[in-house]
Nanobody, 121 residues
Framework: EVQLVESGGGLVQTGGSLRLSCAAS????????IGWFRQAPGKEREGISC????????YYADSVKGRFTISRDNVKNTVYLQMNSLKPEDTAVYYC??????????????WGQGTQVTVSS
C-alpha cells in the first residue's frame, strides 16, 4: 500500500520556523520526484517546492524562494521542507506528493493527507 504521511505542522508566530516531514512507503521512493503543495481556504492548491530523483534538483515557487528548503533522504524514504521566516500568508494545509514527472504542477501520482500550518501575526 502506498503511503505518504506528512508531519511537523502546527502553530507558529510570524518569523518563526517549522520543518515538515513526508514519510513514504509502498513504492520505489528513489524513482519518484517529491513535491510539496499547499492549499489555503478558498484558494487553489499551489505547488511550492519539489525535488527530483537521482540528482536531487530543487525547485521553488517565487512565493517561498529563499525561505523554504526542500531535501530528501533516500535511506529513510523521507522528504523534508524546512520553512523559515514564516508569514501569515503561509497558513495552509501542506501536502506532499510523489510523481514520476515532478514539477510544481499538481500532476502527481500519490498524495498524502496533509498537515496544517498556521502562522499567527
Amino acid at each position: 500500500e502506498v503511503q505518504l504521511v506528512e508531519s511537523g505542522g502546527g502553530l507558529v508566530q510570524t518569523g518563526g520556523s517549522l520543518r515538515l516531514s513526508c514519510a513514504a512507503s509502498g513504492f520505489s521512493f528513489d524513482d519518484y520526484a517529491i513535491g510539496w503543495f499547499r492549499q489555503a481556504p478558498g484558494k487553489e492548491r499551489e505547488g511550492i517546492s519539489c525535488i527530483s530523483t537521482e540528482h536531487g534538483d530543487e525547485y521553488y515557487a517565487d512565493s517561498v524562494k529563499g525561505r523554504f528548503t526542500i531535501s530528501r533522504d533516500n535511506v529513510k524514504n523521507t522528504v523534508y521542507l524546512q520553512m523559515n521566516s514564516l508569514k501569515p500568508e503561509d497558513t495552509a494545509v501542506y501536502y506532499c506528493a510523489a510523481g514520476v514527472r515532478g514539477g510544481l504542477d499538481p500532476r502527481y501520482d500519490y498524495w498524502g493527507q496533509g498537515t496544517q500550518v498556521t502562522v499567527s501575526s
